[in-house]
């Protein structure tokens, strides 16, 4: 499976940025978060469907999209919560699709690609 993973990574896949909401520093008084940024990363990646067995309109909806994301070109590891495509205007994410879950394709331990759900 990691080598045709691969293999459709290279043929077909283009560049896509994903943006990382980073929190900087936490506050005691309100159990929240105080300031933050967003990082944007670039990685070579590839939207397919999902199989029909796959969707069952609950976790997996019919508009959803599998991303596979080769793991060498990203040097930030994908999170749920993570927003993919869209555009960074005056530090605020416009348009793309969220991250819904983040699988690893790790044959024999090491980590070619990642396999995220996206809505």
Known sequence: MAISVTRLLRS?????PLHKSVQTSYVVASG???????????????????DNKEVD???????????LIDADSLSAIPAVGDIVQGSLVNGQIKGGSKIMSVREIAPRGSVVAYTCQVR
């Open 12 to 16: 077909k896949g283009h560049t896509i």
């Open 57 to 67: 309109g609950a976790t997996v909806l019919v508009t959803d999209k599998k991303l």
């Open 32 to 50: 929240g978060y105080d300031g933050g940024a967003i990082q944007t990363f670039q990685f070579t990646g590839v939207f397919i469907n999902f």
